[in-house]
């Protein structure tokens, strides 16, 4: 340990945000510690979380369309077999080569891992345990970057195997006849999807009205209606009071809003309600670091805490609890710390559900802007009337533009279709550089492809739109 373990910034956590600030810190010139309390680097996110089920997205989205969409193509394809410990096998190995990834980037850029659990001993004090004991390290700064866990409900407490969580839903080492999915956010549809391409008899319970209770609503409605003719089954407005084994599974009490109650017997119950802050054992709270009602730490704009020289971001602080919002607040904390500018835009903070169609969104929604009293303009165009969606065969879903209706400049964009999440960046750019509706239908798009539908939802904002 260089220095007898004294740091210029010790980084808590090493998920996006942690492991990318301190890479951007040390481009600085700080002298810089990342603490991971797991042997891999990356996070829940690299290991646990985003990586992992977008690979079994991928894998289980080829596999559907190998069996139900080549034939429109004139593609014939027989004894089509799902071959799931090679496809977990493969999701193992895009995650171990990432992680490595992380630690030859660390080594490029000087960063120093420690492996242990992490917790503030005193203002610029890092106590870490680890297999070989505890040792100190001292830093002129410490950043907090450790992320978020599944939220449990206390009605139907995690055991691992019968009612698990995120991390167990990817790991699972058969399909499941039945699988009962707790929650319609991005976590919930997205390994429901998985399981349910697969040949699993999914339900999704989800206590509000709506699914992705982020999303526009117009927008969230259709994706439901896609799931549905997926075979997906939701029971909203439902929520789960209870569980107990039975001899093939568990058996979940649901309650419907009405007041009917009923039991369903499934498999397997995948709890998916959100994530919280994970702070357990970090010393934050015994050091003076001022906490929310929501069990979120507190920060300035420069995303200090009320301790001196102790930072935080990403999941641990308020916002959307997203990997790149994490990376970006990481990015612009250690560029100040470092006495340069940096920012971090909310209002430009893309929002994706990875579902097949996708839907991603960046922005306030048609709701929002009621809400706030905004008059807007808004215009959509469908991707049925796209003609590289029509050459596809994906034409689920549209754009939608919200534009002011006073100066014309973009408040958010709402993709449901194909390659929602790629899409999503033209929109963001044109978010963060202040774009009116009219500059993204003035903006050449090349034909045929998938953008151009951003391209006419923009000019639908003016009532031009071409193409329909």
Not at 319 to 342: C, D, F, R
Request: glycine share 10%; charged share 20%; net charge neutral.
């Amino acid at each position: 340990m260089p220095d007898a373990a004294r740091f210029d910034l010790v980084v808590i956590g090493s998920g996006p945000g942690g492991y990318v600030a301190a890479i951007r810190a040390a481009q600085l010139g700080l002298r810089v510690a990342c603490v991971e309390k797991e042997k891999a680097l990356g996070g829940t996110c690299l290991n646990v979380g985003c990586i992992p089920s977008k690979a079994l997205l991928d894998s289980s989205e080829i596999y559907r369309h190998t069996q139900r969409g080549l034939a429109v193509h004139g593609v014939k394809a027989s004894g089509v077999e799902l071959d799931l410990p090679a496809m977990m096998a493969r999701k193992d190995k895009v995650v171990r080569g990432l992680t490595s990834g992380i630690a030859g980037l660390f080594k490029k850029n000087t960063v120093t891992p420690v492996v242990g659990s992490a917790r503030l001993a005193a203002p610029g004090r890092v106590a870490v345990t680890g297999a070989s004991g505890e040792q100190t390290l001292e830093a002129e700064r410490v950043l907090i970057a450790t992320g978020s866990e599944p939220t449990p409900l206390r009605h139907l407490p995690y055991d691992g195997e019968r009612v698990i969580g995120s991390t167990e839903a990817l790991t699972l080492p058969r399909v499941p006849e039945r699988m009962l999915v707790v929650g319609a956010g991005a976590v919930g549809l997205e390994l429901g999807s998985v399981w349910s391409r697969l040949g699993a008899a999914v339900t999704v319970v989800e206590f509000l009205p709506h699914i992705v209770p982020w999303a526009d609503r117009e927008m969230g409605t259709q994706l439901q209606r896609a799931l549905e003719r997926q075979g997906m089954q939701f029971r909203l407005q439902t929520s789960a009071r209870g569980a107990a084994r039975s001899e093939r599974g568990v058996r979940v009490t649901l309650a419907a809003a009405a007041g009917v109650s009923e039991e369903v017997e499934v498999d397997v119950a995948l709890v998916a309600v959100g994530r919280r802050p994970y702070t357990e054992g970090l010393g934050a709270r015994e050091l003076g670091v001022a906490f929310d009602d929501k069990g979120r730490i507190v920060v300035n704009e420069r995303f200090e805490t009320n301790v001196p020289s102790v930072f935080a971001i990403g999941d641990v602080i308020p916002g959307p609890m997203l990997a790149h919002k994490a990376e970006e607040e990481g990015i612009a904390a250690v560029e100040m710390m470092a006495g340069h500018a940096g920012h971090v835009n909310y209002e430009a903070i893309p929002n994706v559900v990875y579902t097949w169609p996708e839907l991603a969104s960046v922005g306030i929604t048609t709701e929002e802007a009621a809400t706030r009293g905004v008059a807007v303009n808004v215009g959509t165009f469908p991707f049925r009337a796209n003609g590289r969606a029509r050459c596809m065969e994906e034409t689920e879903g549209g754009v939608k533009v919200i534009a002011d209706a006073r100066t014309d400049r973009v408040l958010g964009i709402h993709i449901l279709g194909p390659r929602a999440s790629d899409l999503i960046a033209e929109a963001a750019l044109a978010m963060e550089f202040g774009a009116s509706a009219e500059d993204l239908a003035r903006t050449v798009h090349a034909h045929p492809t998938l953008p151009e539908a951003v391209k006419e939802a923009a000019l639908a904002v003016a009532r031009r739109a071409i193409h329909i």
